[in-house]
């Protein structure tokens, strides 16, 4: 297959979809809702990204990530844009991205259009036994975009991905 071939904008979304997030090896940048656009003019890719929030300490390793993956593809020159505008969400996560991360142990956040209520209060299910009687122990987990959590059923600890 040709460099030209290869470099469709349906090649370059099934190559990022294989492009893990750094600090969520399970899910891709494409289903974490990162990615925003892709753009190919013969052997250059324009790729378009909203970090989940503005100081990720991840934004090189993604940005790193995704060039790698694109030259790997054929890619002669990968320009990797970072917007801010619209800013992510937790709602751009995609339900595939929200079943592979509960399968982690990361309770996945609300879908929340933009419902402040929730955000402020979210319903959080233990993502290993399914309860819903849980307490929050600490409102920042490993990450500032997580949350620790307790589960009074299993009396498991977990992290909760917050709705942003």
Known sequence: MSTSE??????????????????????????????????????????VMTPTFSGCPALHVMRALVEQKLQDLGAASVDVEMVLNPPWTSDDISPEG??????????????HQGDQTIILQPQVTCPRCGSSRVT???TFGSTLCRAIYYCLDCQDAFEQFKPL
Request: aromatic share 4%; hydrophobic share 45%.
């Open 6 to 47: 290869q470099l469709t904008e349906d090649a370059i979304w099934q190559a990022l979809r294989q492009v893990m997030d750094p600090e969520i090896p399970v899910v891709s940048l494409v289903d974490l809702g990162v990615v925003r656009a892709v753009e190919t003019d013969g052997a250059h890719v324009r790729v």
């Open 98 to 111: 929200r079943e592979k991360l509960r399968a982690f142990g990361l309770a996945p956040p609300p879908v």
């Open 136 to 138: 929050v122990k600490n």
